[in-house]
């Protein structure tokens, strides 16, 4: 394949990318810090983009090098692997959630911005308010990866002030996006309780520590259960809690702007993989849309099954 196919192939993938309305040239010039004359002599052909100034793009706008060369147009997708380094989790765990607090504070009061949820786990917009809850779900997941091996006991792992005020900026930022809608696991909460049980019994969690896990679910429970019954948090921004009838194995994510499009998987329990690629968003958008279909609204309408919902979650906790 010569040079001006690939030419050709990148800006065609380029346009594709980048939203409607949107200057390809303006962008090119920001990302590639170079002339708007030398951005035109390329999106004319007169100079092919050099493989350096490919690799800058294919990062910055999530275009695959294999849809460059053609190769499986239509089957492949370009994933950020946001991971925790295991030679520091705490500090890679703070840089990684930094970068989502930029992303949701730049959707602030955005009128189009929504984000859907389906999530086998409680997310992650409620359970960082709780300082011992946001530590357990950090500390199992050090427990559980051997190369990590830095704490033992639940008291050995201390969360530094500036994660801590991280954690918190994350989930005031996630309640001013305009519309959340939300698809719980009805076990998302028995999930955790199963947990928090398990590392009591091999005795890393003390009864002391377990108590205070027990009250700040409590507390959790009480809070959801306002949002749900107004539909809004208390910033005034809407949200649609719907419990699922049907368990799903993963917690999938869709962002939506007028400009911007991004879809998530969680993996690893407090990992994800991210895409901008508009095939994978839109079948990710279709399958949470899916998963409504097999789940009851309890936000604002449905009281007697919010009703009962929180109810059966707080005979699970109150009997951990």
Known sequence: MNAD??????????????????????????????GKEAVYRRLRGEVPFTLNEASIISKKLGVSLDQIVGISYTNNAMFDLNLIHYSDPIKTYYTMLGHYVKLFESLRDDPSAEVSTASNMIPQTYYLQYENLSKFRLFKWMYQNEKVNCVKYFSELNIPDELKQT????????????????????????????DIKYFASIHLITEDEVTKLQDELLRLLNDLEGIASRGKFDTGKDICIYISNINFEATYGYMETSNMEMSLIRI?????????DKEMCRHMKDWILSLRKFSTMISESGEMQRIQFFKKQREIVENM
């Open 5 to 34: 196919i690939l030419n050709t192939n990148l800006i065609e993938v380029m346009k594709n990318k980048i939203p409607d309305g949107v200057n390809l040239a303006n962008t090119l010039m920001d990302i590639l810090y170079i």
């Open 167 to 194: 954690q918190k900026a994350f989930a005031e930022a996630t309640q001013h996006i305009q519309t959340t809608h939300y698809i719980w696991d009805s076990m998302i909460f028995y999930y955790l309780v199963n």
């Open 268 to 276: 690893f329990s407090i990992d994800s993989i991210t895409s901008k």
